[in-house]
């Protein structure tokens, strides 16, 4: 967990004045409610953050709950990718061995019960109407809207409906509940909002022992108040909801389901990230029509994808703590997520060389039955992490980048009769090129000069401006390795109404044969290693075999994005 000063913000700034006025009685609890309806992305790691960080701030607890209403969308992967992506970045719903992990399912009994209650004061009442006939009197935010002309029913007749929706005599569409509040008001939220819904659905926990499933806007509220959550933290879109959020709990207060204090909902921005969608249908359309593959393809935003990319959970919390929390919606540019995971990645990743676009050189003045080690830092900054060897020989791998035939201005790297140093190893001279009966590039030929050797006595007597990375032919391990990029073009890939499949980006990921330093074929899954120069790169836990990592690029080593 990050060290550095918690930073002040509105919301802090509420709970410590509820702290002083004692308003929840010295508690803090706070609750993180995904609904199990796909998996978690970027946005909700800032609310994961926030949420389990004040709990954990305040000395309270926070709540993982599944808001599980709609039993067409959710299932059992979806609720364990969550928890799998919670503990992963870090945070417990455990606090002095007690669980607190819950679902909305488990409350619909008592979800119902307060559905009747609500009937029996005259809060509620069951509608007949078609939905097409409920949205043409819902008026519009100019003008009020028409009252149902089943608003009126009986106390009696809406409980004899409501229990008969329960028992499953009536169709789907053929009635729902709804709270009678005003169909008047500015706030569309609160024109008689629908509660209950008839749903022959089998859910995944419950099966088929219900056929009428609550709302969101109506459970999200009750489970709140039942846990005791003092603090119900939501995004900027559910601020016209608080009024509906706040009638309820007030109106079955006053019929002594609860007592104060109760939970207090505040919202803040949502997190908008460029070059990323978040829409949970978007996200399925891109999953279910394969331009990814699978949830956690290493270029979606979903946490199950960063941590596939190679993300740490730290380098997140220092994104989301960074970034901060605010009352307004702006847009996060990704360069600033990137740079936190340098930052993290920097001080903990070790070092090694890779050669992405090999060509062969050779060295013609070297025995070609001979070989020996060269020494390298495993850090640059910490010596104390010791050093690693690799070998040397007669053939190696350099970039193709780092030889021109015909050199442009101020290019240092190897071209005919240049020198340069190979890195940790000797200084060579290039002699002579070998190519094809096309005229292709197959080898570069050099000459080395045996008193050379990086680290040895006499080997600052040769200077060069060119250095470039290198490895044996004979002892690299050749890999697959995948160069990941930002998977969109457009900075808002849905901006509007968009096609957002009209601007993926067709070089998102890219497979090389690459020749990588020998010490790196005994990473493990998860492991991560700077390649010098290219980047930071993770060893992909999916397609791994042991003796056969392959490597993902995490990022590369400074923002190059559109240059």
């Known amino acids: 967990m990050s060290t550095s000063p918690t930073p002040a913000n509105f919301i802090r700034a509420t709970i410590d004045h ?187 926990r419950t099966g088929d022992t219900w056929c009428i499933y609550p709302m969101y806007d109506y459970t999200h509220c009750i489970s709140d108040a039942l846990e005791n959550i003092t603090h119900s933290l939501c995004t900027l879109e559910f601020e016209d909801h608080r009024p509906l959020y706040d009638w309820i709990l007030a109106h079955l207060a006053e019929a002594s389901v609860f007592k104060p204090p109760l939970p207090h909902q505040i919202e803040f921005a949502r997190l908008n990230l460029n070059y990323v969608v978040t829409s949970k249908r978007k996200l399925l359309q891109l999953v279910n029509e394969r331009h990814v593959e699978g949830w956690d393809d290493p270029r979606l935003p979903t946490l199950a994808g960063l941590r596939r990319r190679g993300f740490t959970p730290n380098s997140l919390r220092l994104f989301c703590e960074r970034i901060g929390v605010a009352k307004a919606d702006s847009w996060i540019d990704m360069s600033v997520l990137e740079q936190a995971l340098r930052d993290d990645l920097e001080p903990l990743a070790a070092r090694a060389i890779a050669v992405l676009d090999p060509l062969k050189l050779i060295i013609d003045n070297y025995p070609a039955d001979q070989s020996e080690l060269c020494n390298a830092p495993l850090h640059p900054h910490q010596p104390e992490r010791g050093v690693r060897s690799f070998p040397f020989s007669q053939e190696l791998w350099i970039e193709r980048e780092d030889f021109a035939e015909q050199p442009p201005k101020g290019y240092f790297r190897l071209f005919p009769g240049n020198r340069v140093r190979l890195r940790y190893g000797f200084v060579v001279e290039c002699t002579r090129v070998e190519k094809d009966a096309a005229g292709n590039l197959l080898a570069v030929h050099c000459n080395y000069f045996p008193d050379s050797k990086s680290g040895t006595e006499g080997s600052n007597n040769y200077k060069v401006k060119g250095n470039i990375h290198w490895v044996s032919a004979a002892h690299a391990y050749a890999a697959e390795v995948r160069l990941y990029d930002r998977l969109f073009t457009a900075e808002q890939p849905d901006a509007n109404g968009r096609d957002f499949l009209t601007v993926l980006n067709p070089n998102a990921k890219r497979r090389v044969h690459a020749y990588l330093e020998p010490g790196v074929q005994s990473m493990q899954p998860e492991e991560r290693v700077q390649f010098e120069r290219h980047g930071y790169f993770v060893v992909d836990y999916a397609d791994s075999k042991p003796q056969q990592p392959v490597f993902n690029r995490i990022v590369s080593l400074k923002d190059s994005w559109g240059k």
């Open 18 to 204: 509820d702290q002083r006025s004692n308003k929840q009685q010295g508690r803090v609890v706070t609750r993180f409610p995904p609904e199990p309806n796909g998996y978690l992305h970027i946005g909700h790691a800032k609310s994961i953050c926030l949420n389990f960080g004040i709990a954990r701030d305040y000395g309270g607890v926070c709540h993982l709950r599944f808001d599980d209403t709609n039993p067409e969308k959710e299932s059992l992967e979806y609720v364990q990718s969550i928890i799998d992506a919670v503990r992963w970045l870090g945070f417990s719903w455990h606090q002095d061995n007690v669980e607190h992990l819950y679902y909305a399912s488990d409350y619909y009994d008592t979800l119902y019960r307060c559905a009747e209650i609500l009937i029996e004061r005259g809060d509620a009442y069951v509608d007949s109407q078609s939905s097409e006939a409920m949205r043409a009197l819902r008026g519009t935010l100019t003008a009020p809207g028409t009252a149902s002309p089943y608003r009126e029913r009986s106390t009696s007749e809406n409980l004899d409906l409501f229990r008969r929706m329960r028992a499953g005599e009536f169709d789907e569409g053929a009635h729902v509940l709804r709270a009678k509040i005003d169909m008047a008001s500015p706030n569309l939220n609160l024109r008689d909002p629908v509660l209950y819904r008839i749903r022959y659905a089998h859910h995944y």
